[in-house]
């Protein structure tokens, strides 16, 4: 196996695990609540404001790998 079919398969696997995160974390974007609850009380709820820094990080990262898999195949094509 050449150094150029291992690049190619590791941007393979980045670009599989960034889909995945972004189809999980990513998309479709869920309204943001920032933690505030309007219906009955006026408070910040931090286990929501957890949850969407989890899924900001999250899809970034999946957007970051989609993106870094894509240069590792094109990459790939010049060794």
């Known amino acids: ?3 150029a079919n291992i690049v190619n398969i590791g941007g393979l696997v980045a670009n599989l695990v960034g889909v ?3 189809f999980r974390y990513g998309m479709p974007f869920r309204v943001r609540t ?3 609850s309007y219906e009955l009380r006026e408070e910040v709820d931090q286990t ?3 949850a969407e820094r989890w899924y900001d990080a999250l899809g970034g990262l999946g ?3 989609i993106v870094l898999g894509t ?3 094109i990459g790939a094509i010049f060794l």
């Open 1 to 3: 196996m050449t150094h």
């Open 20 to 22: 995945v995160l972004l």
């Open 34 to 36: 920032s933690g505030a």
């Open 48 to 50: 929501a404001v957890t």
């Open 63 to 65: 957007l970051v790998l």
């Open 71 to 73: 240069a590792a195949q």
